[in-house]
């Protein structure tokens, strides 16, 4: 980790491009110079990449057949998150689990026909497609998107619900609540500019509304010499940890029965002045021929375990950018 903070350092003082891949537990940190980006990983943010997509096109149609954890088997791990909530040792834990998936397309395929903010696809072992911003650098303004609150658009009325639903709006404070310190540890004037806005996403099979929100604050006019330390140290990203940050971290490892690698960590491009990322949500791995969608969401002392099984099973989607 130390060695992925100086090299973003120094590129940052010399001004130089480079693409970041950062796992959740921050152990296989990956930066790559701009012209010594290997063939094999491609990337699009925002729509700039180095993805070529005249070049691949494909007519397969699509089909994908998903086979969550069980039940049990989450409410096992959601009872143990339950637990440490009452407790008052977290406010708010991400909790996640794998969904296999039996599904006609390659990671390849999958990455070039989806439609994202943030695109991935790293070699053959796993493609990212989010809708989430982690931070974004701008004219030494830093900002953060964080997304926390989903539903089916389908729903009646499925905008009003979303948003006065009381445990959605109380884990939304929480998450904007954290980000807002996370920034002010890098940065000053720290504010939320908008609070609770809808952002819509178009699923393989449905369309789904996601709240989101916008918390900024003033970078030094140095902080090209310290990219590195900045991005570190606002990881893991909020959004998919909890809060407070290092005890939630321990429930989410005592509950999760297996390990989220790169799934929930980020990558971005510095351009030489300014920077995007994504966290790396929307996220499949494959594994020994397998693939696993890997998927969760934020539980609070109010969660319901149906309900909370339900958005996991939700968000195993491909967001594709023409129908099938």
């Not at 931070?135 to 658009?153: E, F, Q």
């Not at 510095?270 to 499949?284: A, E, P, T, W, Y």
Request: negative net charge; aromatic residues 12%.
């Amino acid at each position: 980790m130390q060695e992925a903070i100086n090299l973003m350092n120094t590129m940052g003082v010399e001004r130089k491009a480079f693409l970041f891949i950062i796992d959740f537990a921050m152990k296989n940190p990956l930066i790559f110079h701009a012209d010594n980006i290997p063939h094999d990983i491609l990337f699009e943010i925002n729509g700039f990449g180095n993805a070529d997509k005249d070049n691949f096109i494909s007519n397969k149609d699509f089909y994908m057949h998903k086979t969550p954890v069980d039940f049990q088997t989450y409410k096992t791990a959601f009872d143990n998150v339950i637990s440490h909530l009452k407790y008052g040792n977290s406010y708010l834990v991400n909790l996640t689990q794998p969904t296999v998936l039996d599904c006609n397309l390659s990671l390849k395929e999958i990455f070039y026909q989806s439609n994202a903010k943030y695109k991935l696809c790293f070699k053959d072992e796993f493609v990212v497609f989010s809708p989430e911003i982690f931070v974004k650098i701008n004219d030494y303004l830093i900002s953060s998107y964080p997304m926390k609150g989903t539903i089916d658009a389908s729903i009646p009325d499925a905008e009003n619900q979303i948003l006065n639903d009381k445990k959605e709006t109380a884990e939304h404070y929480t998450i904007v609540d954290l980000i807002r310190n996370d920034l002010s540890m890098v940065s000053k004037n720290v504010k939320v500019e908008k609070f609770r806005y809808i952002d819509h996403l178009h699923t393989s099979n449905k369309h789904l509304l996601q709240v989101s929100s916008e918390i900024s604050g003033d970078l030094p006019h140095d902080f090209h010499q310290h990219l590195g330390d900045i991005i570190f140290k606002l990881l893991p990203a909020g959004s998919i940890s909890g809060a407070p940050k290092k005890k939630t971290l321990e429930i989410i490892a005592q509950s999760e029965n297996y390990e989220r690698g790169y799934y929930t960590g980020v990558f971005g491009y510095f351009d030489g002045n300014n920077l995007d990322s994504g966290v790396m949500i929307r996220f499949i791995e494959k594994s020994n021929q397998t693939m696993v969608y890997k998927s969760g969401g934020g539980i609070t002392v109010n969660s319901i375990a149906e309900m909370e099984y339900q958005e996991l099973t939700d968000k195993v989607y491909v967001p594709f950018a023409r129908n099938y």
